[in-house]
């Protein structure tokens, strides 16, 4: 988030007891989670801190970093760490002194020597590679840790400039360059399982793509003359060595990014800190690559912007555990926090933010509950900031006065977080992997907040309910571990990945790998930034059995044979006459469906073990935006491979809503999304529409009757799965779901609280031992007549739920025991 040229001064008088909170923040208590709430202003002092801290544990406040206040950040971190708080400070940075960037002649520059003051921008403005960047950042951390006292500082909104086409054409960048192709910058220290390591360039080119270039492949007799192409001067028709010019630049871009955080995260390290950032999604344009900060060595905590729209929680679902795997895969020593931040302050909350109208979800209570606390499970996010605080909590907190909307959504967002950590969901890995291309080297969606990428195999299991992981290159072995069925559909690849893949599939000849048209023939050699469709080597993938690959003539003709183990599960009938957008590929194997005389769909034997599904045709460019032939016969090839596999979906019924379900200690969390809804001017948990009722059918245990608990409405029902286990669930007049269901049990027991279990027992067990940071509740199911819940050894006050077994009770401040008798 870009901070406004206006700033607020916090003007605090709203006094709470202090002795409480700081005796209470002393200690971890046992059994509280550890995911920290972070709080963002543009100043503070004690008033703010006692009141964050009446309504959540666990906390870090975050100040804007101004060098023209340092005492009173200092007095801020000061009061910070009295009450126990993490104290960081942020800015859009590095803040230089006025004129610095002229005096050094440090300005960032484009491919037509322009500066971003002339394109508008405020920020980013400073050229990465420039050491006057460099050296004003350094001074920021130097005030930041040794005069403020902070914990850290973040750099918000770490990207280069993005509007107007490419940036970083000045004569320090090419200075960059030219070392990191030589080899002679450093390198990059990255950790992972083992010792840390130094990375070369070429190295990190190679994970992306498998591709190392000489001199001479650009035309060029050393890496001295480098210089990168600029788009103005290549022409519509440009070179292969301009091509592999322009894909180089791509890398070299990233990779310089990547070295400026390196260097800014070793200078806050000797200061005794941490570097931490607020990182845009990945795009070509901007630098970002958030899977290398996981793994550079020398940075701390990434906060990820992922709030721009409720569709993040499902994209996120599909796609976050590869962008998390370096966080994860560590030891203890090397671990990193992982970070989410909101914007519901900075999202059109108060009429003199600066930031224009809302976002779509924040000003919708529930909306925001449920889709903080599915990104944060998506995720599993260690801890998650909130921008930004604009004022006094005796104005923040009037319920008459203009930051009344941002209190709420402050409330209900980091109240769904915190849920989250209590409940601890486990998104299960998925069956289905599904490959294709990263936005650092290829022109296609925000890696991480999309998994409509051009020519992809996935969109249509959205539709199909089918659950599946994206990962991109570099591609891991835990990544693969595990999967029944890999959708390889990258426009162009590493050669070096398909060995890799082969093994996978010799280890379990149940797996299948399914891909595509001209996927299998573009290893990737550095020339593209779009998809090019055409085959390249017919025989590239011929370790799996692909070769003699053939572009054909065929678009067009009927359904002819279809394989009998097909029959049932794939639901064009013979005789369907189809328009392909693309002409078909003949390759040898058996036909599994054909279209008139050629293979439509065929499998094909791989060398030492194993099969490929390969479909003959193209999937649609774009999936989302066609009604086409190939649309529907993707999705109903797709839908008939998955069951004869045997993939069990996550639901049946409306393709309007996507399913995204967690484990629990007992039972299953489920996030559900109107996806007809997450582009609407203002997204709300209800919705005026008079459709008629939408139905999904959640798979579970066939026979077995289920609690359901609908967390944004707070009601529980009871409902048996059918004889093919599927759970009705009806979706009218809403747009979004968190349910929590679970096997009802034949005892008591915890459908759900939002209090910290203070003892070892399962989380719905009872008697249970319950901390309520503030003012709690549970909801206790399997109560027989005439018997009462106990809160520490008191009949408590129940309120009655629409089960007469199920009852709710409130739970003041503090520590209680709770039971049935």
């Not at 400039?161 to 000045?170: A, C, D, F, K």
């Not at 048209?517 to 799996?544: H, M, N, Q, W, Y």
């Not at 559900?672 to 459709?691: G, I, N």
Request: with cysteine.
């Amino acid at each position: 988030m870009i901070f406004p040229a206006r700033r607020r001064s916090l003007a605090l008088s709203f006094l709470l007891p202090l002795a409480s909170i700081a005796a209470e923040a002393l200690a971890t208590p046992p059994g509280r989670p550890d995911q920290r709430i972070r709080f963002c202003g543009f100043g503070g002092d004690g008033a703010l801190l006692d009141c964050l801290a009446e309504w959540w544990p666990n906390l870090d406040y975050c100040r804007a970093y101004d060098p023209a206040r340092v005492a009173d950040m200092a007095d801020l971190a000061k009061a910070a760490k009295q009450r126990s708080m993490r104290f960081t400070v942020q800015a859009a940075g590095p803040v230089m002194p006025e004129g610095h960037l002229d005096k050094h002649n440090a300005w960032s520059i484009d491919f037509l020597n322009r500066k971003p003051a002339e394109l508008g921008f405020a920020h980013p403005v400073a050229d990465y590679c420039h050491p006057a960047t460099l050296a004003a950042a350094k001074d920021n951390l130097r005030v930041s840790m040794e005069d403020v006292g902070a914990d850290a500082f973040t750099m918000v909104d770490f990207v280069w400039p993005w509007v107007g086409g490419q940036w970083g054409y000045s004569e320090a960048c090419f200075r960059a360059y030219r070392g990191a192709l030589a080899g002679s910058d450093g390198g990059l220290r990255i950790t992972g399982p083992g010792k840390p390591r130094t990375m070369s360039f070429w190295d990190y080119l190679a994970e992306l793509s498998g591709v190392r270039f000489q001199p001479a492949d650009l035309g060029l007799r050393s890496w001295s003359e480098y210089e990168p192409v600029r788009p103005n001067l290549v022409g519509e028709n440009p070179t292969q060595e301009q091509r592999r010019n322009a894909f180089l630049f791509r890398a070299l871009f990233h990779w310089c990014w990547l070295k400026y955080a390196q260097e800014t995260g070793a200078h806050a390290k000797s200061l005794g800190g941490e570097l931490e950032a607020s990182l845009n999604p990945e795009n070509t344009g901007n630098g970002t690559d958030l899977l290398m900060w996981g793994r550079l060595a020398d940075t701390g905590t990434p906060w990820l912007e992922q709030w721009g729209s409720p569709w993040n929680a499902i994209a996120g679902y599909h796609t976050y555990r590869y962008f998390t795997e370096p966080y994860r895969l560590v030891d203890a020593k090397q671990r990193k926090r992982l970070g989410l931040i909101g914007e519901t302050g900075a999202a059109g909350g108060h009429p003199d933010s600066g930031f224009g109208p809302a976002r779509p979800h924040y000003w919708d209570p529930n909306s925001n509950y449920a889709i903080t606390w599915a990104i944060s499970a998506a995720g599993n996010f260690d801890d998650r900031e909130e921008d930004y605080i604009w004022a006094s909590p005796s104005e923040t907190l009037d319920p008459a006065g203009p930051q009344a909307d941002c209190w709420r959504g402050y409330v209900k967002a980091m109240d769904g977080f915190w849920q989250y950590a209590l409940d601890a969901p486990v998104r299960p890995i998925a069956p289905v992997l599904s490959i294709v291309n990263r936005s650092i080297l290829h022109s296609t969606d925000n890696s991480e907040q999309s998994v409509h990428q051009k020519y992809s195999l996935a969109p249509a299991l959205v539709d199909l309910h089918v659950d599946f992981e994206q990962a991109y290159f570099p591609l891991s072995d835990a990544m693969l571990a595990g999967r029944k069925v890999l959708l390889f559909a990258p426009w162009d690849y590493p050669r070096d990945v398909l060995p890799r893949l082969q093994a996978w599939l010799r280890e379990d000849l149940s797996r299948v790998l399914v891909t595509h048209s001209f996927v299998p023939s573009r290893p990737c050699k550095g020339l593209a930034l779009d998809p090019l469709t055409g085959l390249d080597e017919p025989d590239a993938a011929k370790i799996l059995g692909l070769q003699q690959l053939r572009a054909t003539e065929v678009r067009e003709g009927k359904i002819g044979n279809i394989a009998a183990e097909w029959e049932g599960h794939f639901a064009i009938a013979p005789g369907t006459m189809i328009k392909l957008d693309k002409s078909l590929v003949a390759c040898p194997g058996e036909a599994l469906v054909t279209l008139g005389d050629e293979s439509l769909v065929t499998r094909v034997a791989v060398p030492g073990g194993g099969q490929v599904i390969y479909l003959n045709f193209s999937p649609p460019e774009r999936y989302e935006d066609s009604g086409t032939d190939t649309a529907m016969l993707y999705r109903e090839v797709m839908a008939a491979i998955t069951k004869t596999i045997g993939i069990t979906p996550l639901a049946e019924g409306s393709t309007s809503w996507a399913c995204a379900r967690y484990d629990l200690a007992e039972g299953h969390a489920y996030f559900l999304l109107d996806r007809t809804k997450v582009k609407a001017d203002r997204f709300t948990e209800e919705t005026t529409s008079m459709e008629p009722a939408a139905k999904l059918y959640l798979k579970l245990k066939a026979g077995t009757r289920y609690l359901i608990y609908d967390q944004l409405a707070d009601t529980v029902a009871t409902r048996s799965a059918d004889d093919l286990g599927r759970l009705e669930i009806f979706l009218s007049g809403r747009s979004v779901r968190l349910l929590k269901v679970m096997p009802v049990k034949s005892g008591p027991g915890m459908v759900f609280t939002t209090c910290e279990r203070r003892d070892r027992a399962g989380r719905g067990d009872i008697p249970a031992k319950l901390h309520a940071h503030r003012a709690g509740k549970a909801i206790v199911s399997g109560i027989q007549p005439g018997a009462k819940i106990m809160v520490n050894g008191v009949a408590a006050p129940t309120f009655d739920t629409s089960l007469p077994d199920c009852k709710m009770v409130l739970l003041p401040k503090g520590d209680h025991s709770l039971e049935v008798r």
